[in-house]
């Protein structure tokens, strides 16, 4: 398990598993948390992120979405399926076929 410093937990436990990040988007953006969280995931900064997130779905209309009204959402992104619940829980899932 890895917490790193911050508003973060994440969890991971190898390819083929799910890595559980639950953020604080206090003072954040739903699609920053998602960058956030796919860069712990691949230990890199987010700025090295390819493609960038709005290649898999489009940024103002998730954070739209999640700020009026919640649900749940799932989408491809860097090799991971990234699952948001009505909560703001991000879970990657990643997938080992796109490395």
Do not use: C
């Not at 911050?6 to 969890?11: K, R």
């Not at 190898?14 to 998602?34: E, F, H, K, N, W």
């Not at 990234?82 to 990643?94: A, C, N, P, Q, R």
Request: hydrophobic share 35%.
């Amino acid at each position: 398990m890895t917490t790193p410093s911050g508003d973060s937990q994440v969890y991971t436990a190898g390819p083929g598993s799910v890595s559980q990040m639950t953020m604080q988007t206090a003072g954040r953006s739903l699609s920053d948390a998602i960058l956030a969280a796919v860069a712990e995931a691949e230990g890199v900064d987010e700025t090295d992120l390819t493609p960038p997130l709005y290649e898999a779905i489009n940024p103002e209309a998730l954070d739209t979405l999640f700020r009026d009204s919640g649900g749940t959402i799932e989408f491809q992104y860097h090799g991971y399926t990234v699952m948001i619940d009505h909560e703001g829980t991000i879970s990657l899932k990643e997938d080992a076929s796109a490395r």
